[in-house]
């Protein structure tokens, strides 16, 4: 037994709490380094795919379409909320007379 061991009575003692977080802080830092390749450089690009700029293009468009449409819903939707309201409360002049039609009609 050494001395150190003799005069704690036979145990070891316990770790200082700053060696406790220098032992931490370097444990997550190691942890959160990025792995680099063991050759030194950067790890090599995949190669560029024209496929994922056309791909990029066609969700756009999906996205713009459904857009489009869901502004074209909502005012055809409007317009008939309005017709109904207009009907519910008990008037006869709720749909709007197109005059250009009204002169063809009659000729």
Do not use: Y
């Amino acid at each position: 037994m050494g001395t150190d061991q003799l005069q704690s009575g036979g145990r070891e003692s316990a770790p200082s709490p700053a060696a406790l977080t220098s032992r931490w802080r370097r444990t997550s830092r190691s942890l959160w380094r990025r792995r680099r390749p063991k050759s030194g450089g950067r790890p090599p690009r995949p190669p560029w795919n024209p496929d994922r700029r056309v791909r990029a293009l066609i969700a756009l468009l999906a996205t713009l379409t459904l857009v489009a449409g869901g502004v074209f819903l909502t005012h055809v939707l409007r317009n008939a909320s309005r017709l109904q309201d207009c009907v519910m409360s008990g008037r006869t002049n709720c749909a709007p007379i197109d005059p250009v039609a009204n002169a063809s009609a009659g000729n």
